[in-house]
């Protein structure tokens, strides 16, 4: 079924996807976020009988409108890219991995479609709790989209509730309840979830400095700062929290993701963290893998060379051994289908043991060299630190900023409004780097242990990738400057119905 594939076809088809993968997120944490600043701002709104509150809350839905409309067609070509471009891997899982996309399709994607129609044009057409009710609805049915999305990607970093069938050579699902609430898609989640609203949060707080700094609507911009700096605060510490329990389950399921984003390449007990150079914590990183002082972290050659006992008391294989286990499984695949073919059942049953004793380490068999099952190590070490020291930041920014509007000085701090402001596209970056370190701390792995990158491609030409993955680029680039510049036109415009 797997054929071999040229490199450079890998390559540019990972940078076609991870090209898509990026500009799609740049948009996604912004609508998540601010769906819950306009929500709060239109609660204020139902519940004072205030205007103020309602235009308010009318200038951020412009955004996020704005936004969500981006969104949506960077999504879209997203999920047509598992088809075109990775048909194998389609092939392979797609009875899982297509399910929960499909849910997020048919139920989330069609309960923003409605509620938002209602959000953008109902005022003044439906009573208000109706109207608040929609915009509510809008920011769950985008969180919901989320929720599936996120639980398909959490399967493919730890694939649970499924069984192969080496008849169809599918993976088939046998639990969906493993599937949609495994630890891993609930960790992930809350952690990706919550890290959005820190994104539109920082972005509330930076746009209503930029008004503080022209001395325009300074009611309305300190009043969207204090209800974005709480969000983003309460965000902040939760998205800290979950980073722990993911660390946690990361170390578990995904531990050469763990080595790499330490560059830990000897591990052992009472691990120190390594915040930079020969900068280190001792024994932390041993507390955040395994909550213990002197917990056992191994790093990238004990994974390579094995030997080691794991936490359920079994001996860690090498490397080696699984790429021969894996050779097993396929060989075996390939026995039963002949026999099977040919009516030798006898035959099928002992080549069917043999590939369900190593079905396990069936993807292994199809890497070249154990060196290939260690991912970049630089990238996914800085873009860890990168997303760990970007989170305390905020953090404290969050905490400085409600100080300041509390004891109302911040319309007097310009250095404040200017770091908020800049605080902006550190957000967006801290968003990025987060990803980062989840796809490609995984590498080589399409799904975690069962299908490496190379094995689940199409198989097509290497020029058209090329073409294409050009094409998207000026598209997204186009997208995403018409974006900026048509939410540049509504920020310079301002609120409508507020006074300076």
């Known amino acids: 079924m797997f054929e071999n594939i040229d490199t450079s076809l890998i390559d540019w088809s990972r940078a076609q996807f991870a090209l898509t993968a990026m500009y799609h997120w740049l948009f996604v944490p912004l609508t998540l976020g601010l769906a819950v600043i306009m929500g709060l701002m239109e609660t204020f709104y139902v519940t004072t009988g205030k205007e103020f509150w309602k235009n308010t809350a009318k200038f951020w839905m412009k955004l996020f409108g704005i936004n969500f409309a981006v969104g949506v067609a960077t999504g879209l070509i997203l999920e047509f890219e598992f088809g075109t471009n990775w048909s194998n891997y389609s092939w392979f899982v797609g009875d899982i991995f297509g399910a929960p996309l499909a849910i997020e399709g048919i139920l989330a994607f069609f309960m923003e479609a409605t509620f938002i129609a209602v959000m953008f044009f109902g005022w003044n057409k439906v009573s208000k709790r109706f109207h608040l009710a929609s915009t509510w609805l809008t ?22 509730g499924i069984a192969f069938n080496p008849e169809t ?3 088939e699902m046998v639990d969906f309840a493993a599937v949609a ?10 952690h990706t979830v919550l890290s959005s609203w820190i994104l539109g949060a920082v972005f509330v707080v930076g746009i209503s400095c930029w008004y503080l700094l022209r001395n325009r609507q300074k009611k309305f911009a300190l009043s ?24 946690v389950q990361v170390a578990k399921v995904q531990p050469m993701k763990m080595a790499a984003a330490e560059g830990l390449h000897d591990g052992g007990n009472g691990v120190p ?14 507390i955040l893998a395994t909550h213990e002082i002197d917990g056992y972290v191994p790093g990238i050659n004990n994974l390579l060379e094995g030997g ?21 499984a396929i060989a075996a695949l390939d026995a039963f289908r002949k026999a099977h073919k040919a009516g030798d059942e006898a035959s099928a049953a002992v080549a069917r043991k043999t590939l369900d004793e190593n079905v396990k380490y069936f993807g292994y068999g199809y890497i070249k060299d154990p060196a290939h099952l260690v991912p970049n190590v630089g990238l996914t070490f800085w873009s860890f630190r990168i997303m760990v020291g970007l989170g305390g930041y905020f953090i404290l920014f969050f905490i400085i900023v409600l100080i300041v509007s509390k004891k109302e000085k911040l319309a007097d701090m310009r250095w404040l409004q200017r770091v908020a402001l800049w605080t902006i596209p550190l957000a967006y970056i801290g968003s990025q780097a987060g990803w980062v370190v989840a796809e490609v701390g995984r590498q080589p792995w399409a799904i975690q242990d069962m299908l490496p990158v190379g ?13 294409t993955f050009f094409i998207f680029l000026l598209l997204f680039t186009v997208l995403l400057f018409a974006e900026i510049g048509i939410m540049l036109k509504a920020i310079k415009k301002g609120p409508e119905g507020i006074k300076n």
């Open 224 to 247: 969207s700062i204090k209800v974005a700096a709480a969000v983003g605060l309460f965000a902040s510490l939760v998205t800290a929290w979950t980073g722990d329990i993911s660390g």
């Open 273 to 286: 963290f390594t915040i930079a150079g020969n900068l280190k914590i001792p024994k932390m990183l041993s």
């Open 169 to 171: 050579v599918r993976n």
């Open 455 to 467: 094995a689940a491609i199409s198989k097509l030409q290497t020029g058209s990738v090329q073409l």
């Open 308 to 328: 080691y006992q794991m936490p359920d008391g079994t001996t860690a294989l090498s490397a080696e051994e699984k790429i021969k286990r894996g050779q097993t």
């Open 139 to 160: 920011g769950l049915g985008a969180t919901i989209s989320a929720w599936w999305i996120l639980v398909a990607n959490a399967w493919m970093q730890y694939p649970v």
């Open 181 to 190: 609430l495994s630890p891993m898609a609930v960790a992930k989640f809350f």
